[in-house]
């Protein structure tokens, strides 16, 4: 079946600007994750999702990151007025629930922020 | 909240010889652990997991990892590794964390680079 996809795969972007990703989920999957990854520093985790309800938002690293889920299916991570550091491989992930269960990864978009 | 540790960043190792990539985690009353890897240019995919019973997990490609509760371990281990193994390998960890989330902790990933 399908797998986690994500788009856009690339995004460059000048700094100031809007950008939003987007992830379409393995259908019936409740739980839905997105983590950062950047070079040498591992997967750091932003934000879950378990149906569209988002309980922690507390690893959005500001108030610039925003991200919501409709549907129990799609969800979009949104970064206003984008920063250089900003720059990352923003990681979707799904699972069928949260607890013990295996992550489907996306293969991601690579943010840069010029 | 949970921390992972892989103490190594790059594992160089020879074709055919054994490997060890360790991991470990701050102690928890109940954990479930994942070792996933990430082969070059494409996601991150899951290599084994446990959640409970035999503490002895394999992969279907040679890989194995030993729960250590006393220890707070999860070591990746092969006793023959093949050019196609190089790779990124991530540990994870969930326990019971903020509310019941258990929400996966990923280490910073260990590159396995596996020379002819």
């Known amino acids: 079946g399908a797998g986690v996809s994500q788009s856009p795969s690339n995004k460059v972007t000048e700094k100031g600007k809007d950008v939003e990703l987007r992830c379409d989920p393995i259908s019936g999957h409740t739980a839905l994750y997105w983590y950062r990854q950047s070079l040498g520093q591992g997967l750091e985790f932003l934000i879950y999702?378990?149906?569209?309800?988002?309980?922690?938002k507390s690893g959005l690293p500001s108030d610039r990151f925003s991200a919501e889920r409709t549907g129990g299916s799609v969800s979009t991570l949104t970064i206003q007025r984008t920063q250089q550091e900003d720059s990352a491989v923003y990681l979707c992930?799904?699972?069928?629930?949260?607890?013990?269960?295996?992550?489907?990864f996306g293969p991601g978009t690579r943010l840069t922020v010029t | 909240a949970q921390s992972v540790t892989q103490l190594d960043s790059q594992v160089p190792v020879f074709e055919e010889a054994p490997v060890e990539l360790r991991c470990n985690y701050s102690s928890s009353v109940s954990v479930y652990l994942f070792w996933y890897v990430q082969y070059p240019n494409q996601g991150l995919q899951l290599l084994l997991k446990?959640?409970?019973?035999?503490?002895l997990v394999e992969s279907i490609n040679g890989f194995e990892a030993e729960f250590n509760k006393s220890q707070t371990s999860f070591h990746l281990r092969k006793p023959s590794v093949h050019i196609s193994d190089t790779a990124e390998y991530f540990c994870?960890?969930?326990?019971?964390?903020?509310?019941?989330?258990?929400?996966?902790?990923f280490g910073r990933g260990t590159s396995l680079i596996v020379h002819p």
């Open positions: 446990y959640l409970s019973g035999s503490t």
């Open positions: 992930a799904s699972s069928l629930a949260l607890l013990g269960y295996e992550q489907y």
């Open positions: 999702f378990q149906g569209n309800s988002a309980p922690d």
């Open positions: 994870a960890v969930s326990d019971e964390g903020s509310g019941g989330s258990y929400i996966p902790t």
